[in-house]
Structure formats: structure tokens, C-alpha cells
């Protein structure tokens, strides 16, 4: 009887819908000296329960379905109950049939700054700006939702990025840097809106083909996968002509460079000269990890 009990336990915690990250949130207050480091360790709880419990969908996602994303935020200066900083963040999804984990987006927004009182509620309403910590907090969850929805279906993120739009607009009405297109030129207003935008489809339509025809597939057949990630990664070019040097190119490579000059610097052997030549022309910056991939 008690088996019995354990294995229905069992089953059942496997059908319990959950929330969709599975999120590691680290504060970083090494700059800060002579402080309470006090209230760093409650509002690093506080955004971890925020982020990992918040229902962001309505899609129901079991507990193995939970997207691995870590948000890394850096304190350069705190007084009162203002901060200011940085933020990466982070995330990845597992390849079908393997141990291996792919990242998938990689991102660190410089124009983090907001209020904060030590044990305040921290609640995300979608129709209203009312912290640009949630507001920042609850952009990037529906964005890294966005990113690991589009590797698994063609432009499948589209629902989550028009939701980090909303956010986008909404928060413009403040004073907080990075909504807007008058802060810069790569910040959150550029990320979600360029990634919702036509030009940039090819991009995102790689990002399916490159994970959920090609690396899912490598368990099966190795090289046949390897031919499709070169596709994948080829067909970027169609962004480039049209828009060299773009911000979501950019976004792709930070994540994915250390990725593809693993997967080419390894057996078995095919014709990636052309493919060498490509990833020098769309992303330069990463040419010394190009020439390390052996021809």
C-alpha cells in the first residue's frame, strides 16, 4: 500500500503545473561599502519568489518544462531607497535526447536603476507602471519565455515579446532610462521591438531551425544535424543584407558564439569554409573565435 502511495505522489508531482522559469537570481553589492548588506539579501529572496512564482502565461507548464535562466544584477551605487546598476540575464534550454543544455539568450542591460524598500510587496500588474524593478523583472521573463518559445515552434515567441512590448510602453511614461528609443540604441525598447519586427523574422526563424531541427536531431545523426545548424546560421544573411551589424544579430551571437565554434571545432569533418567566411562578415567581433574553428 505504501508503494502504491509513493508512485501516485510520484505521478502526481510530475502532472503539477507550475510557472514557467526556473530562474537563479544573484545581487552583486561588492561596490558597495559600509552598508547593510542586509536588505542586498532581502530583496535577492524577494526577486527570486517574484520571478520564479508569478504565472506569466496561461500556458500550463509541468515542473520538468521550467526554463533555466539565471538574472545577475550588479550594484554600482545605493543610497536610501535608490539603486542603480546593471543586469544579465540568462538562459538556456536542454537539446532532446542529451544532457546538454544550448544557451539561448544572454543579455546585459546597463540602464538598471530603481526604488526599493526592504520587504515591500513585489506585485506585476500588466496594465499599470509601477516599479521599474518589476517592470524590468517581469519585461525580461516574458522575453526569455519569447526566446525559448521561438526554438521550438517558427516565430512561436510572438504572444510573450508583444507582452514585453506592452510592459515596454507601458513603462515610458517614467523617468527610467532604456524604454525608450531616445535612450540609445540597444537597450529594451530596440530588443523587444526589433524582435517583433519583419526585418528581423529570419532571425528568429533560424533560432528554430538551428535548435529544434538541428541540435535536437543530433543525437540521431551527428553530421546530417551539424549541415543543419550551418543552414540555419547561413540563412542569417538575409538580415544582413538588409541590416548589417543589426542589435538582435548581435543579441544571437552573444549567446550562441562560443556554441558554434564548439560544434565546428569538432568531428566529423565537412565543408565549413563558406560558413567561417559568413560568421566573419555577420559577426566580426567575434572573429578570434572564428579562427580558432579548425577548416
Known amino acids: 500500500m505504501r508503494k502504491i502511495i509513493i508512485c501516485f505522489v510520484l505521478l502526481f508531482s510530475c502532472l503539477v503545473q507550475s510557472q514557467e522559469l526556473n530562474c537563479v537570481v544573484q545581487i552583486n553589492s561588492d561596490r558597495i561599502a559600509k552598508t547593510n548588506q542586509q536588505i542586498f539579501k532581502t530583496l535577492e529572496k524577494a526577486l527570486t519568489e517574484f520571478v520564479n512564482k508569478t504565472k506569466w502565461t496561461d500556458r500550463s507548464y509541468r515542473q520538468s518544462e521550467r526554463i533555466d535562466c539565471s538574472m545577475f544584477i550588479n550594484i554600482a551605487s545605493y543610497s536610501g531607497d535608490q539603486f542603480s546598476g546593471t543586469i544579465q540575464i540568462q538562459s538556456s534550454r536542454p537539446i532532446f535526447n542529451s544532457t546538454y543544455t544550448s544557451p539561448i539568450f544572454n543579455f546585459n542591460d546597463k540602464d538598471f536603476s530603481f526604488k526599493y524598500v526592504e520587504y515591500e510587496n513585489l506585485f506585476f500588474n500588466p496594465n499599470s507602471f509601477d ?165
Open 131 to 295: 516599479s521599474n524593478l518589476v517592470s524590468v523583472l517581469a519585461y525580461y521573463s516574458n522575453i526569455i519565455i519569447g526566446m525559448d518559445a521561438d526554438t521550438y515552434a517558427p516565430l512561436g515567441g510572438t504572444p510573450y515579446f508583444s507582452a514585453a512590448q506592452s510592459i515596454a510602453n507601458t513603462a515610458q511614461q517614467s523617468s527610467y532610462k532604456g524604454w525608450s528609443q531616445s535612450d540609445g540604441n540597444q537597450n529594451r525598447f530596440f530588443l523587444v521591438n526589433d524582435l517583433l519586427s519583419n526585418t528581423f523574422a529570419p532571425i528568429r526563424e533560424a533560432m528554430y531551425s538551428y535548435h529544434f531541427v538541428a541540435l535536437d536531431g543530433m543525437g540521431d545523426d551527428l553530421k546530417g544535424s551539424k549541415e543543419k545548424v550551418k543552414t540555419a546560421i547561413m540563412s542569417l544573411d538575409k538580415v544582413y543584407n538588409l541590416r548589417p551589424n543589426a542589435f538582435v544579430t548581435r543579441v544571437f551571437f552573444d549567446a550562441k558564439a562560443d556554441e558554434i565554434q564548439s560544434i565546428f571545432s569538432a568531428g566529423p569533418q565537412m565543408n565549413i569554409a563558406d560558413l567561417v567566411e559568413m560568421l566573419n562578415k555577420l559577426s566580426p567581433i567575434n572573429s578570434t573565435k572564428w579562427a580558432a574553428i579548425k577548416l
